[in-house]
């Protein structure tokens, strides 16, 4: 049976460089306690008025293309995992057709809203895709552009000084190769956890008990209006985030996951070549490799240059790590993710 093999990979990271340092001038915040906290140093913040989610997904994808030796409209299908769209809707998928110039192609384009699980998401459906036969350079992108829609004051501090922009892009084909090739993929959610990290406003809720009594809001915070000025008032249009309680789970999910995937497909932590968590925070990879008994060759981590970028944080790793000859053919590595819904997952292959 045929196997889906990363063909091609690249990255993109908007060029301004953001530190600790810098955010300190805008919030009651310091470098100490967020390196202490989450491990980040800097991050990148895409360019207002020139970069978008799409934009910045379209150039990762561009190279991601080059290394696969493709030419951009043999792409056959387009998957794209974001939390940070540029519109509410249409997705990025097509947007990102066109900012390729493909739209001719008419292939289609589907979008993945599971945030920080979100390429491992994508990556399992592109998987059934070429297994099956239904096509054969799959174009897989997860992208973010989060410095437009944090909220950069003290009120915010707890999740504006965790995210950042960038993006990481694949190209999925089938390959009869024994050595090479995805093995098993595993994807878990508890919806029953949605409102402890979650972006709740705008949208159709109403006050949907959830919301409501996580947060103690009123009926009147919520009315007809789509938006409305309390919304705005009470930042309810910035990103919720319960950090202890995303900790505790992640801590217990990641570890669970990656056991699920190796035992599967029979293997043993030891057995990894390469570990590439989501960067959430250097804190949750060091406990997990910790739990896995992984040494530091066995784990990527690059949080502290970039961090959070949620549904880009995998690709952008994975993509580092080949450049650094630290993932090399014939190696086998484990992709992690666990993020808001709660979504987890892992995605064992043979690169
Ligand atoms: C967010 C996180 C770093 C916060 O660390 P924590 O130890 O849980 O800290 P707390 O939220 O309990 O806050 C401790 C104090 O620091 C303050 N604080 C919060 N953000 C701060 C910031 N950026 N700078 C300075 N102080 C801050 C809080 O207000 C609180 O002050 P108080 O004790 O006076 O009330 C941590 O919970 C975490 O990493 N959670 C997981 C988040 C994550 O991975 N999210 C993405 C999932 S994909």
Redesign the pocket.
């Known amino acids: 049976m045929k196997k889906t093999k990363i063909a091609g990979i690249g990255h993109y990271l908007p060029e301004r460089v953001v530190s600790n340092k810098e ?1 300190e001038s805008l ?4 470098d100490e ?2 390196t202490e ?2 491990g980040i140093r800097e991050r990148r913040f895409g360019e207002r008025h020139k970069e978008t989610t799409t934009t910045m997904g379209a150039r990762a994808a561009e190279k991601a293309i080059a290394d696969a030796g493709i030419q951009k409209e043999e792409v056959d299908f387009i998957i794209f995992a974001t939390l940070s769209p540029d519109y509410f809707f249409p997705g990025c998928g097509v947007l990102v057709q066109r900012e390729l110039g493909i739209s001719d192609t008419e292939v289609g384009a589907l979008d993945i809203r599971n ?2 699980s979100g390429f491992v998401y994508g990556l399992s459906v592109a998987d059934q895709y070429i297994k099956t036969g239904v096509y054969k350079n799959i174009l897989l992108i997860g992208a973010e552009m989060h410095s437009m829609g944090l909220d950069f004051t003290t009120r915010g ?6 995210f950042g922009d960038g993006a990481g892009a694949v190209i999925l084909q089938p390959t009869e190769a024994e050595d090479q090739g995805v093995l098993t993929s595993h994807l878990h959610s508890d919806g029953r956890h949605a409102e402890e ?1 979650a972006f709740l406003s705008p949208g159709c809720h109403g006050g949907y008990h959830g919301a409501k009594e996580l947060y103690g809001f009123s009926d009147s915070t919520f009315d007809t209006v789509f938006v409305t000025q309390k919304m705005l008032d009470d930042a309810l249009i910035y990103p919720h ?1 319960n ?2 309680y ?2 505790k789970f ?1 801590v217990q999910k990641f570890p669970a996951v990656i056991m699920e995937a190796l035992g599967t497909a029979g293997f043993q932590p030891s057995d990894l070549d390469m570990l590439i968590p ?1 960067q ?2 250097l ?2 990879s060091q406990f997990v490799q910790k739990v896995l008994k992984l040494t530091d060759d066995q784990v990527f981590n690059n949080i502290q240059r970039y961090g ?1 970028t ?1 549904a880009a944080s995998i690709p952008i790793a994975l993509s580092e790590a080949r450049d650094e000859g630290r993932v090399k053919r014939g190696d086998l590595v484990c992709l992690a993710a ?3 819904g709660f979504t987890w997952g892992a995605s064992l292959l043979r690169w």
């Open positions: 955010l919030m009651d915040t310091t306690w967020i906290r989450t945030q920080c501090r707890n999740v504006s000084v965790i990290l985030m950090g202890k995303v900790f992640a989501h959430a925070n804190r949750i959070n949620t666990f993020g808001s």
